[in-house]
């Protein structure tokens, strides 16, 4: 009995170490075996994955943003287009509207102001002429009757002074009353010109022209036809005289009423083209304003939401390259594990079989024959411990929870 106790302590002795070394020589071969497997792996796996990933990505960005810039580039000119026209259609109708109705409105104050002024004048200088030649034709002919040179010559010069003394008072009361007319239509032109959103400056210019003209030539026929008329009724000797101060009187008044019509007509067309640059900057500009608005917010949101689902889509698709990349490596890396394990482990029972072997034969060489069985028996015993106890080692490493508690940093990295 002691012979078999120290027999089969000796051999438990030789045998753990034994096993121990056995056990764990492999395991460190298959933990460096793995590291640089793995490794090698990652480093391959990586190397081949980057420029794959980056020609992927370049690609998934490069063709929305191309495809967007030509959107935006066709959205910029539709509502570029768009815009001009529908706003060049109103402001062109507003113009025309607004330019017939001025026009119109122009043309009948400056007729009426102007008819007003000539037929006051042209009643004026009627009266006024016939009152004064008549009473000094009446008066001339009574001295002529009575005296018959000194006399005449002597009416003819106080008919001459009187009648310059009242046909240019007549005259400048009547250009007073045309000029104060043609203030009061210069009133009525800014009026009109206030209430229009755009005036034609060519439109006021015929406008003001055309009854300028008219006014003027009315004026100055009924004048004439007046003052031949009232001095084809004076008498005979008195003609020349009186011809000659009419005369004279009607160059100074039509110079005087020309000069004023034209002062105030320029003066109300300037202040009615002043008024005209000066609305229409200030009409145009809301307008203008009122329409880019929406337009600018309508691109903002438009540009925003394409870039958002661009990236969205890019994001997509990169993830769906990326992701299978990543699982068969992983699937990969974990079959190259398991048959790296595998194999070692294999290798490891082998050679821990064939040193039981050896080890148990040269015992039983070694002890006499009484001891065979005994040593059988511890020897069969140790076997087994052994192989459960092994088996439940590689078990153990095999299993997927220990996979984590090895130093692979690689694993972290994936």
Known sequence: GSLVEKTVGELCAQLVPQLKAAVEAPIDQLKEQIQVGVGAITDKTLNELQPKL????????????????????????????????????????????VTDAVKNNLTGSLGVALNEATTNTVSQLTNGLTDSINTSADKV??????????????????????????VSGSLTSTIDKAVGELSSGSDNISAATDKAVDVLSSG????????????????????????????????????????????DVKQVTLGNL???????????????????????SDSLKPVIEKVMEPIQETLIFRIRDMTRDTFKVATDQVSSIIDPILEDSIGTLGTTIHSTINSTAGAGVEKLSELLKDTINTSVEVTADPLASAINDAGQTITNKTTDSLKAALEKVLSGPSLPNLPLPCCTVL
């Open 54 to 97: 980056l020609s992927t990505v370049n690609g998934a960005i490069e063709q929305p943003i191309g495809a967007l810039k030509g959107q935006i580039s066709g959205v910029l000119n539709t509502v570029s287009e768009e815009a001009v026209t529908q706003l060049s259609k109103p402001i062109d109708d507003q113009l025309a509207n």
């Open 204 to 247: 006021i210019d015929d406008a003001m022209n055309t009854a300028t003209d008219k006014a003027v030539g009315g004026l100055t026929t009924n004048i004439t036809d007046t003052l031949d008329s009232a001095t084809d009724k004076a008498v005979g000797q008195l003609s020349t005289g009186i011809q000659g101060s009419v005369n």
């Open 258 to 280: 020309q000069t004023n019509i034209t002062a105030s007509v320029g003066s109300a067309a300037e202040q009615a083209t002043s008024k005209f640059s000066f609305l229409l």
């Open 141 to 166: 002919v009574g001295d002529i009757a009575s005296n018959v040179t000194a006399p005449l010559n002597q009416a003819t010069s106080k008919a001459v002074d009187t009648l310059k003394v009242d």
